[in-house]
């Protein structure tokens, strides 16, 4: 509840008008009954038409007061909790968006969504419910008895069983419903994960006509998610009978006991249909109650999973007065790193290395080799578990975390384009970019058809992901957009292979230009790229086989000489 609190308690004003229309609502709820037997009692049984009017007419303004009253409720209740939701969710974006790679593999990103949509949901449907329905019982429930009291204390004593029976039921349902719903969130993430692998990479599943496999992959969650769902439903379906049992049982009891006492003149037939409605009243209420017990361990289960991430606390953090970085070599110092503490092996191997200011470096090896492991350690992504990655002579703890990353740019693998505009993607690596600024990095990395020749120019509309754009394309704009950004050190993690050779060659061109004032560490397959680099570093099972020019590693290194050699009858000279 204090988790809650944090993001209603701006809300106070409203927390205290919603509930107090409500029991403005209840108390003409409660007012319903005894008018209506003071009409049976004393003017039907008197033929006093004029008390008839005159309690009718009270019926109906408090019926329509109390119709008003439950309306503002209504209404205050419904603002506070979407204002919650919309709270609880900037609260989720914000905190995602401080994680490292590290926080973001171990939630993934399936789950962080169901969190922040399904989770903040279920969240919302107990906070409203709490200030619509839950409060009303209380007054519902002391209400009720008093006023049933006060007609008939006889007939009172039934609620000392019925009540006790209703708690029991409910007890023995919610005990079993706290277990089933952590279940049925997880069955939900795992559906959305196979839901969002399939739907990302259906072109690869049509094209090797993978559809029926994905289906029944699908199938087999989403299977999964019924059956757990149709439990927890299981829980609340039994339940209602029973309570309507109980309610039934009572009713019955009223008639049979109350008969007893009209027979005997004790009691007056309008007063038994006034006590069958508040046992319908306070009984309602133990059933709101219930339900709103049902929905909150619902609930439970969702603010766990929220509380989890707002709670979590990223693993990579800028220190508090980072240390000014001396220029820009990069040094790794016996380095060694996996990504799960747990795993048998290290993703990268006592790695010892000096990038020198303004060198280009080729970094090349077979699949899995550690490549883009090894840039990401530069950029921090995550921390080695051993020796030391340095940047300008500062270890990178020791470094700002902004300094970091504004001077190493990384096109990735996978370019990310937004959707969005050209413009707006490139402004990403720099805000201030003028339109100039932005045809010129276009222009370098050989995307001038992104703008020329096209009628929105800069403010061409992007597809999501860009999907309008063909793999070259996204590639171009994503080196477009690092060139933006002028970082001391570019790397190119295989980020020009759906370049053609030609275009790939002009753009290596283009940054010999830049070779006096960058480091440039390019991840590259081709011989052709790999030639140019001053270094070139052969990865083999997360080490460092060896470095060294084309001309020596052609000597020296066995995996340099295979992947040469099977380039060589494809290669061009250029
Ligand atoms: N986020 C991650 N979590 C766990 N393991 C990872 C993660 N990223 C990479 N790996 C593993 O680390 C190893 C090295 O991967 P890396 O991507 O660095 O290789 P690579 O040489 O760049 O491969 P490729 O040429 O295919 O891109 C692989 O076994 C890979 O499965």
Request: net charge neutral; charged share 20%.
């Amino acid at each position: 509840m204090a988790f809650i609190w944090k993001y209603i308690k701006e809300d106070a004003l409203f927390l205290l008008i919603a509930p107090a229309f409500m029991l403005l609502s209840v108390a003409a709820d409660l007012l319903q009954p005894t008018l209506m037997a003071q009409i049976v009692d004393n003017g039907v049984a008197n033929g006093d038409l004029a008390y008839i009017k005159e309690r009718a007419l009270l019926m109906l303004l408090t019926t329509i007061g109390g119709l008003l009253a439950g309306i503002i409720s209504y209404y205050m209740a419904a603002r506070t909790t979407a204002r919650a939701g919309q709270r609880i969710r900037l609260s989720l974006f914000s905190k995602i968006t401080t994680f490292s790679h590290k926080e973001l593999d171990r939630f993934s990103v399936p789950t962080l969504i169901t969190r922040m949509t399904n989770d903040v949901s279920h969240v919302q449907s107990v906070i409203l419910s709490i200030q619509n329905t839950f409060l009303q019982v209380p007054f519902l429930l002391t209400g009720g008895l008093f006023m049933a009291i006060r007609l008939s204390r006889q007939l009172s004593l039934i609620f000392c069983i019925a009540i006790p029976v209703l708690i029991a039921i409910i007890a023995i349902v919610l005990v079993r419903a706290v277990k089933v719903f952590p279940v049925v969130q997880e069955k939900l993430d795992a559906l959305n994960r196979i839901a969002r692998e399939s739907i990302l990479g259906m072109p690869i599943i049509k094209g090797y006509l993978a559809e029926p496999l994905e289906k029944i992959r699908f199938s087999k969650a989403n299977d999964d998610l019924y059956n757990w769902q149709l439990k927890s439903a299981l829980l609340m379906i039994l339940m209602s009978p029973f309570i309507m049992m109980t309610f039934n049982f009572s009713s019955v009891a009223i008639l049979w006991v109350g008969g007893y006492e009209v027979y005997a003149g004790q009691l007056e037939v309008g007063k038994i249909m006034a006590f069958s409605t508040y046992l319908s009243q306070i009984l309602m209420a133990v059933m709101i109650s219930s339900f709103v017990i049902y929905m909150f361990s619902q609930a439970q289960a969702s603010l766990k999973r929220i509380q989890e991430v707002v709670d979590t606390e990223t693993s990579i953090q800028s220190p508090a007065s980072g240390k000014e970085a001396q220029g820009y070599q990069i040094d790794f110092d016996h380095v060694s790193f996996r990504y799960d503490e747990e795993a048998a092996e290290d993703t990268l191997r006592d790695i010892h290395l000096t990038i020198r200011e303004n060198e280009r470096i080729g970094i090349v090896g077979p699949t899995g080799s550690g490549k883009s492991s090894l840039v990401g350690l530069m950029l921090r992504f995550y921390d080695p578990q051993e020796g030391t990655v340095s940047f300008g002579g500062v270890p990178l703890p020791q470094l700002d975390l902004v300094q970091l990353r504004q001077a190493i740019g990384l096109v990735q693998q996978d370019n990310t384009v937004l959707s969005g505009s050209i413009e707006e993607n490139l402004k990403i690596a720099n805000p201030q970019a003028g339109a100039t600024d932005m045809q010129k990095a276009l222009d370098q990395a050989m995307a001038q058809e992104l703008y020329i020749h096209r009628e929105g120019g800069l403010s061409t509309a992007i597809q999501q992901r860009g999907n309008d754009l063909s793999g070259g394309q996204q590639q171009r704009l994503s080196i477009a957009r690092v060139l933006l950004q002028k970082p001391r050190v570019l790397i190119l993690d295989d980020s020009t292979s759906a370049l053609d050779v030609l275009t790939e060659k002009r753009f290596l061109d283009e940054l010999d230009q830049h070779k006096t004032e960058q480091s440039q560490i390019i991840i590259a397959q081709r011989i052709s790229t790999l030639k140019r680099c001053d270094r070139i570093i052969v990865m083999n099972r997360g080490r460092i086989e060896a470095i060294g020019s084309h001309e020596a590693l052609l000597e020296e290194s066995p995996t340099y000489q295979a992947i040469a050699l099977n380039q060589s009858d494809r290669e061009v000279t250029l």
